[in-house]
């Protein structure tokens, strides 16, 4: 997926140069200058998520990324300025010489930005330190853009074509929440997907996020879900000796009432049942299995050939969490199969395994108290992530699942 996304970023960079060069000959000097600190704005963000899973230490470079408003281009200057980002990058890319016009990189869309935004204007250009008239400045700018592309590897005759086949499988490395979100987003959005399988085992509940990246990657996939254009398949992990049944409460209460007028139709969920205590655990402290994570998206006409994303579910809270893009055919079918494998092992959520696992631990829950017992629930509203608006749809949900088996006994004959 990565050598696809990165062919398309060329793609894209190639006809907006091509409306450029247009511009130039037209001698539309002013409409250069913007076009070109666009194609910068959008080639760095490119640049960023491709490599930053191959800098060897990239924590300081995310830390003064998450501190800065990035959709703003003067932000992206001091980026560059201010850390090793671009530097790395170019070693990488250029077989570790350094980057000695960065200084001279940096200053030039300084320049070339305060024109784009009418702090300087082009008539003026002499009194900032440019001996340049305004053409001459237009294509020293088109010039110094050219460079930087093929420096950074985002222009290159030789990717015009996309690739559609992969003969061997192929690896990207994703580090931190926005480059994870932002490729699952890519290719959901970007490419046919139509099966989703994904797992959720670990026993920590999922965190808001502030990243906008998130809230987008959630949103598509309910509304493919709605449109009926995505089939999801989700296994999610209990430990069977959690004795407070947190986790269990959340899938009951938060998950399973988003997504029930699609369960068992294009939304299927399971349980996969976990402990580590083999022994009374007054002589061995309980432990918590951890298992590894993962994402599968591929298209039913063709699911050999897919995209798999694996993790584990327990961040170090002192390091950015890492994850593996796995994408081509071989791999794709292996994981596929061990999902198959995790799936056949687990328990389906339908409306009689929701009753007994709500009746699982002493309760007699029935149509006629099952509200009552709702309530009591929301009294964790909090701790479940519950929002006000949901709570009557849990209702809903519930009284209808306990409504009398939906069908009276003496109604079968």
Known sequence: MQEISML???????????????????????????????????????????????????????????????????????????????????????KKNKFIDKNTFIKHINFINKIRIGEVHLDDISDFDSNLTAKELAQEAENTLMKFLKQFNLYDLEHISAQTQYATVKVQKLIGETQFYESLYEVLHDEDITHLDVTYFSSKLPQASSDPIVGEYWNLVNRMIEQKELNLRRIVSIDEHDKKGIKLLWILFNMIPKVYNSLNDNVNISLFKTSASFLDEEIIPHQEVNLLNMIIMYNKKNPDQGHLWVFSGHKNNHQEQEYVHIYGSENIVLYQKIYANLLASSMPLNDDTLKGLLNSRGSDINQSNVEDFIHKILKLQDKLQILDNDVGNILKVYKDIFEDNKKDEDDIW
């Not at 076009?35 to 640049?47: D, H, R």
């Not at 924590?59 to 990035?70: A, F, G, H, L, V």
């Not at 560059?80 to 980002?85: A, D, K, P, S, Y």
Request: proline share 1%.
């Open 8 to 94: 398309n970023t060329k793609k894209k960079i190639r006809q907006w140069t091509g409306e450029v060069a247009d511009n130039q000959r037209l001698q539309k000097h002013a409409d250069v200058i913007t076009q070109i600190v666009s194609i910068y704005e959008y080639a760095l963000k490119k640049v960023y998520k491709r490599y930053l899973g191959e800098i060897d230490d990239p924590e300081e470079i995310i830390k003064y990324y998450k501190n800065q408003d990035m959709t703003m281009f003067g932000r992206w200057i001091g980026f560059v300025r201010e850390t090793t980002f671009l530097d790395e990058i170019y070693q990488l890319l250029n």
